[in-house]
Nanobody
């Protein structure tokens, strides 16, 4: 069973930064896709950023240039660096991983609140 544990969320002022972490229970990110979704109250879950199994990066238009997704395979951890945060970035952020022949696994979510 794959487990993903997110951390790094919190309250930040507009223009501030946060780095989310997604720690995996095993060495999976070196051969799996991973990414981040977010869900704001009353809205559908949306894809924020992803890394394909071959390392291709993808960002939502709303975060491109402000957010950076990365992985550290030695630490079995994925990251989402979020800069210049805005109130509209407020949401619960979920990491996921897609493992070949095994499917998608989700983390429990971490709250990000951007407010002055």
């Amino acid at each position: 069973q794959v487990q993903l544990v997110e951390s790094g969320g919190g309250l930040v002022q507009p223009g501030g930064s946060l780095r989310l972490s997604c720690a995996a229970s095993g060495s999976i990110f070196s051969d799996a896709a991973m990414g981040w979704y977010r869900q704001a109250p009353g809205k559908e879950r949306e894809l924020v950023a992803s890394i394909s199994r071959i390392g291709r990066l993808n960002y939502a238009d709303s975060v491109r240039g402000r957010f950076t997704i990365s992985t550290n395979n030695a630490k079995n951890t994925g990251y989402l660096q979020m800069n210049n945060l805005q109130p509209e970035d407020t949401a619960v952020y979920y990491c996921y991983t897609d493992i070949r022949l095994r499917g998608r696994y989700w983390g429990q979510g971490t709250q990000v609140t951007v407010s002055s």
